[in-house]
Antibody
Framework: EVQLQESGPSLVKPSQTLSLTCSVT????????WNWIRKFPGNKLEYMGY???????YYNPSLKSRISITRDTSKNQYYLQLNSVTTEDTATYYC????????????WGQGTLVTVSA | DIQMTQTTSSLSASLGDRVTISCSAS??????LNWYQQKPDGTVKLLIY???SLHSGVPSRFSGSGSGTDYSLTISNLEPEDIATYYC?????????FGAGTKLELK
């Protein structure tokens, strides 16, 4: 069974960098697409981007200047960095995956709440 | 970006009811529409993909339909474990976008 688990700081100060890790078991991140999605207070979901099986990336243009998604295939982990955060980046961050040829998120992590506050 | 609208933000229903949740897209999305369930503990599960295909392990009381810009999720016989928030998501164009969610509550 594919399982994803987010980890990282729960509190980040404004203007700093938000960094999260998604640890994957049950599948290799060298197959499929590995994504980040966030849910704001009030329930709005925003798609942030992916890193693919080949290492290529896509970022939501709304975030393009601030976001980076990278990976470590030896650890079967991938990462999110979001620079210059503000209080509006306070959200629950999810990692999720879909397979090549589909664009439905079949597997999700449980989510991690990140609060941006001084 | 394609905007996904779920006009009903919350919905009250009784156990055993047939419930329909609607979602509309700002342009045609050629059935590239998925549905997800988010439980109060934050757990998210895929229910329906490509408008009407039932994801593995999802009870058959869930079904999806639609075309063009208008889509719906139906729960045929509401069970207690179905109390959750439901989101639609389009994958016709990047960036992928979600509806605002419909929270299903017990009457």
């Amino acid at each position: 069974e594919v399982q994803l688990q987010e980890s990282g700081p729960s509190l980040v100060k404004p203007s700093q960098t938000l960094s999260l890790t998604c640890s994957v078991t049950g599948d290799s991140i060298t197959s499929g697409y590995w994504n980040w999605i966030r849910k704001f207070p009030g329930n709005k979901l925003e798609y942030m981007g992916y890193i693919s099986y080949s290492g290529s990336t896509y970022y939501n243009p709304s975030l393009k200047s601030r976001i980076s998604i990278t990976r470590d295939t030896s650890k079967n982990q991938y990462y999110l960095q979001l620079n210059s955060v503000t209080t509006e980046d306070t959200a629950t961050y999810y990692c999720a995956s879909y397979y090549y040829g589909s664009s439905w998120f079949a597997y999700w992590g449980q989510g991690t709440l990140v609060t941006v506050s001084a | 970006d394609i905007q996904m609208t779920q006009t009903t933000s919350s919905l009250s229903a009784s156990l055993g009811d047939r419930v329909t949740i609607s979602c509309s897209a700002s342009q045609g999305i050629s059935n590239y529409l998925n549905w997800y369930q988010q439980k109060p503990d934050g757990t998210v599960k895929l229910l329906i993909y490509y408008t009407s295909s039932l994801h593995s392990g999802v009870p058959s009381r869930f079904s999806g339909s639609g075309s063009g810009t208008d889509y719906s999720l139906t729960i045929s016989n509401l069970e207690p474990e179905d109390i959750a928030t439901y989101y639609c998501q389009q994958y016709s164009k990047l960036p992928l976008t979600f509806g605002a969610g419909t929270k299903l509550e017990l009457k």
